[in-house]
């Protein structure tokens, strides 16, 4: 019986085992990883934490992970809180701050902030601070890093054109004036290749223009908007007469630009900006002439705006006092704020910090970094609204109008950007006081739903089979069983959801219950909706132009490589190869190839053609898409090669013996027997091409304007940058019927030019 007493041991000893403190997780998501400074740096500082809490009997594990990088950083965090994923700290963009605190995605820090002694608000800047808190005394977080925007200077330019640097307090008229002094044609072709300033061009970098001018972006209630207002048309027209009436500045500033070399570290503009802090760790690396920042020049008044990013705690996290002291001891640390500004990432919040040797650098670029501080008496952040995503998205396609295809008049952008931000936030104000639906709707529809799946296919199932025909159900039952459990995951329930939502007002920042039911609503909208209708015509067009093109072109190379040989497979497989790769990697090889100054311009430019700006110009940005289509035909290629091996030989055979020619067996013979796999690329060609979202949300982000925003790009956004995911499901459902209709019309149509081979020959 010694068994017995061993486990009787046991389950006595079991309750002190389980005094032994359990390990706790923290998941912290920050952006660091292409850092490698500051991420060997943020490990170290982890590995402190979590032995300084194991020291103590309170074992942590945290698992630091990354943001990613470029456009998806916006929107990770939102499909963690989606999802209700653990998430205990993360960075977001302090102009997201605002609507992840109404929607109640953020926890509020302040009473941890009062309970901690050594915690010391007088050790950060005042600025960010204020920031991060809401209308009643809560705050919600630490900066990570911020900037306001200055303009960056090519000293050894203005040296060499015999200009002086502006001081401080210069104006709109000086840095017009230097512009115009050193703008050359340096090699004589008629077009400027020396530019006075490469000016930004997202609002961000904008909205320090309106502000010198005067004007303002909202009314102080934040109900209206002032976007239209003499001073705003004032600032756009100085801007549009800087880069398309005069040509003293360059358009190559946008915000997607800032990931590759633009003309001022090629050293061929005088003046970059607006723009901030974060440029010196992308100049660090200039050698060939010096440059420096200066104040941004005033108009009627001094302003600039701030950026920042900063860690908050989501309402996801499962332990928020870890997260609240992960925040203050690691990513709040000196160490680590100094970290970040001695790379230059940004400034640090702590001021401590900012201030030190290490940030500062004497003797490394820029020397005048006062300016970074000096600045601050004048910045101020955009304006802290819930829906300001959505907002800007509506003022960016009109200001890339007005600044980078040059063809819309400042103050007719003015006022539709005014008119298009006052009928967001009146409908903002309507939806927000809609009542909230109870917590099991969703489930309620899902479980009706599933009845009625099972229901119809029950009466579909005819009359009871026998013995034989039982046990042949039952087989095919266990064999399609995963199939149908992916079926209704992946498939079924999501589809369900979506239509639900598609009648829903709902934010992925909020639980998955908390909905508001718009009835109609969100379906209505659409025809008013501008963004939609645009995003509709574009992937109309681009459809009706891709689809035929890469039909055509598809056949003519199966026809041109169905012999077989070692050359003819070679080429087959170069062909395939675009088919296979992510459309991430084909967007970013095209956008090379088709950067104005990329290799398809430069072999145009040598042969005499010019060098069109196929991503900037409204005009050319959906046959840009069109081409990079053509490169992937990869697919239909090997459909076709397969239909023509299946050819009958003798059929072709007969008609040359009978005198027709290459073009008449083409037309005649091969091509009414491949009208079924014709039939088949066209409907998933159209599929495709109603679908398309890497190429324009890696090349273009929709632009210019909304010329390549396609539709899926829009629904996209508008679920998880706009926070809308009743409309965004709305637009998946138009979508879907669209699909639907167009697929429908070409299989009923097609009894009239596909030919049916069995048709034909039991006829």
């Known amino acids: 019986m010694a068994w017995k007493a061993l486990v009787l041991a ?35 500082l982890t590995a402190e934490f979590e032995a300084r809490h194991a020291a103590a009997g309170d074992p942590v594990r945290v698992e630091v992970l990354s943001l990613g990088g470029a456009a998806g950083t ?41 309970a901690d002694e050594a915690w010391d608000p007088a050790a950060w800047f ?89 004007g303002e972006l909202l009314a102080e209630d934040g109900q209206s908007s002032r976007l239209g207002e003499p001073e705003v048309i004032e600032a756009l027209t100085f801007l549009h007469r800087l880069l398309h009436v005069e040509h003293l500045a360059s358009d190559d500033g946008s915000f997607a630009n800032q990931l590759k070399q633009g003309l001022f570290q090629a050293g061929r503009t005088a003046f970059y900006g607006p723009v901030g802090y974060w440029e010196r760790f992308r100049f660090r690396d200039i050698e060939e002439f010096e440059w420096d920042v200066l104040p941004l020049p005033r108009h009627r008044r001094a302003a600039t705006a701030v950026a920042m990013g900063c860690y908050v705690v989501p309402r996801t996290a499962r332990h928020p006092d870890l997260a609240y002291a992960y925040l203050t001891e690691v990513v709040g640390s000196l160490r680590y704020q100094t970290c970040m500004g001695e790379i230059g990432n940004g400034l640090p919040g702590l001021i401590e910090a900012a201030r030190s040797d290490a940030v500062r650098n004497p003797g490394v670029p820029p020397a005048s970094i006062d300016v970074f501080f000096d600045v601050l008496a004048d910045a101020r952040f955009l304006p802290t609204l819930s829906n300001w995503r959505k907002i ?16 819309v008049a400042p103050a007719d952008a003015a006022a539709r950007m005014a008119r298009k931000a006052d009928a967001y936030l009146a409908q903002e104000r309507a939806r927000r006081g809609r009542g909230r639906l109870p917590g099991f709707v969703m489930q309620a529809a899902l479980a009706l739903s599933l009845l009625l799946l099972v229901g119809t296919l029950l009466l579909r199932r005819g009359p009871a089979p026998g013995r034989l025909g039982l046990r042949e159900e039952r087989a095919a039952g266990g064999f399609l069983c995963l199939w149908g459990i992916g079926f209704l995951h992946f498939l079924f329930g999501p589809a369900v959801v979506s239509l ?45 132009l891709s689809v035929p093109l890469s039909l055509v072109l598809a056949l003519g190379l199966a026809l041109l490589l169905r012999a077989e040989s070692s050359f003819a497979s070679g080429v087959r497989t170069a062909v395939y190869l675009p088919a296979v790769l992510s459309p991430v990697i084909v967007a970013a090889v ?18 005499g053609l010019g060098a069109p700006r196929w991503l900037k110009e409204p005009g050319l940005v959906l046959p840009a898409f069109v081409l990079m289509s053509l490169w992937a035909v990869g697919t239909q290629m090997l459909v076709f090669l397969a239909a023509l091996k299946a050819i009958d030989p003798a059929l072709e055979e007969a008609a040359r013996l009978d005198g027709a020619g290459a073009w008449r067996r083409l037309v005649h013979v091969i091509v009414p027997q491949l009208t079924p796999v014709i039939l ?35 629904l996209y956004e508008s679920g998880f940058r706009h926070l809308d995911m009743g409309y965004a499901s709305a637009i998946a459902w138009v979508l879907f019927a669209l699909l639907g209709v167009l697929s429908l019309v070409l299989l009923r149509t097609s009894k009239r030019w596909v030919h049916d081979a069995s048709r034909s020959y039991t006829s």
């Open 680 to 714: 088949f690329n066209l409907i998933t060609g159209v599929i495709a091409a109603f679908q398309v979202f890497a190429q324009p949300y890696v090349m273009t982000q929709g632009g210019p304007g909304d010329s390549s925003r396609f539709l899926v790009l829009y």
């Open 590 to 607: 095209w956008r090379y190839l088709l950067d104005d100054e990329g290799l398809l311009n430069g072999a145009l430019s040598g042969l």
């Open 10 to 44: 046991t389950l006595a000893a079991a309750p002190v085992a389980g005094a032994v403190a359990q390990e706790r997780v923290l998941h912290v998501m920050v952006e660091d990883a292409l850092l490698v400074e500051s991420w060997e740096l943020l490990h170290g």
């Open 392 to 407: 800007e998205s509506l003022c960016q396609a009109e200001l890339e109008g007005v600044l980078l295809s040059g063809d």
């Open 500 to 544: 639900v939502l598609s009648f829903c007002e709902w934010s992925p920042l909020r639980p998955f219950g908390d909905l508001a039911w718009v009835g109609t609503e969100n379906y209505g909208r659409l025809p008013g909706d501008a963004t939609f209708v645009t995003s509709l015509r574009a992937t109309t067009l681009y459809a009706l």
């Open 126 to 214: 005042a600025l960010c601070l204020a920031a991060l808190r809401d209308g009643e005394g809560g705050l919600y977080g630490l900066p990570q890093t911020f900037t306001p925007y200055v303009m960056y200077v090519n000293e050894s330019l203005l040296a060499r054109e015999g200009v002086a640097r502006p001081p401080d307090d210069w104006t709109w008229q000086d840095l017009e004036d230097i512009c115009r002094r050193v703008t050359r044609d340096l090699d004589g072709d008629g077009r400027n290749d020396q530019f006075g300033i490469s000016l930004t061009q997202w609002l961000q970098a904008v909205s320090p223009w309106l502000w010198q001018a005067g």
């Open 74 to 114: 916006q929107d990770k965090v939102k499909f963690c809180l989606a999802g209700d994923l653990p998430l205990d700290l993360t960075r977001i963009d302090i102009t997201e701050l605002a609507a992840f605190v109404q929607e109640g995605a953020l926890l509020d820090l302040q009473p941890y902030f009062a």
